[in-house]
């Protein structure tokens, strides 16, 4: 299990908060009684839920404790759970809305999670998930030949991650099949990063993370990010400003279920 940082996470705090937001203006559902937050991570998803919806009783859930203390001690008005989202959750009853930023490509088999949490949904519910799409990005991409070279596989060899990217058609032949109630769409932000080191810092609070966490000796460490900095630079060009433009893109979907 990756070493969750909050505080690394929420160095862009805006920046991922972004997606929530739009994917919370686009659930068409006037007053969701019961919601819950998949993979809430710090909490800054689960807010802008209730910030829509205040009434509702809200709970976040995530499989860091880290992250859930996080969570309960900036968001103290909503319920927070520490438990693997992979696991049996037939307890925590039906949902209204059940909702995940950023969080079920960390979880093993989506095959069998999305429908797991489509069958959470009351009547009338609605499933709605963004998830990124680093599969064709340099940051991934880049990281993948970088890990690959004799040099560095040796230190991966062990690595234990459940990160797991996908494209638009996976998850719509998924969905097809529990609903033909879909919305389904791709969205590119361009973040305006100051330096390589600020792309490299955003990463290292996500998919760069069981990396480093492989990277016990410092100097390694040190050694690795340098190397993975130096490889963005052919891939992410500098602009008229001095600044880089880092294109980031995210997947998003709804699914509803029938009433009757």
Not at 60 to 87: H, R, T, V
Not at 103 to 127: D, H, T, V, Y
Not at 149 to 160: C, G, I, L, V, Y
Request: hydrophobic share 35%; aromatic share 12%.
């Amino acid at each position: 299990m990756s070493n969750w940082q909050p505080n690394l996470y929420l160095t862009f705090g805006k920046e991922r908060t972004q997606p929530s937001i739009d994917l919370v203006t686009k659930i068409d559902h006037s007053n969701p009684k019961r919601i819950i937050d998949i993979g809430c991570g710090p909490g800054n998803s689960t807010n802008v839920l209730k910030a829509r919806w205040e009434q509702a009783e809200i709970t976040g859930l995530d499989s860091s404790e880290s992250m859930i203390g996080e969570a309960k001690s900036k968001y103290p008005g909503m319920n927070w759970l520490c438990a693997d989202a992979s696991g049996d959750l037939t307890g925590l009853g039906l949902f209204d809305v059940v909702f995940s930023n950023a969080a079920i490509q960390w979880i093993p088999n989506q095959e069998s999670l999305l429908p797991k949490l489509f069958g959470m949904l009351n009547r009338g519910g609605i499933l709605a998930v963004q998830v990124p799409c680093t599969k064709y990005m340099p940051i991934h991409t880049e990281l993948e030949k970088l890990t690959s070279t004799d040099q560095w596989k040796p230190h991966f060899s062990n690595m234990a991650s459940t990160y797991s990217v996908h494209t638009v058609d996976f998850y719509y032949d998924l969905l097809c099949r529990l609903t033909p109630d879909i919305d389904l769409w791709e969205t590119n932000y361009f973040h305006i990063m100051n330096t390589y080191s600020d792309i490299v810092k955003w990463y290292s609070g996500s998919g760069l993370r069981p990396y480093l966490d492989c990277l016990t000796d410092a100097k390694i460490n040190a050694e690795f990010v340098k190397e993975y900095e130096n490889a963005l630079k052919d891939t992410y060009p500098i602009q008229a400003d001095g600044r880089i433009l880092f294109p980031f893109t995210r997947i998003f979907f709804i699914a509803k279920k029938s009433k009757i």
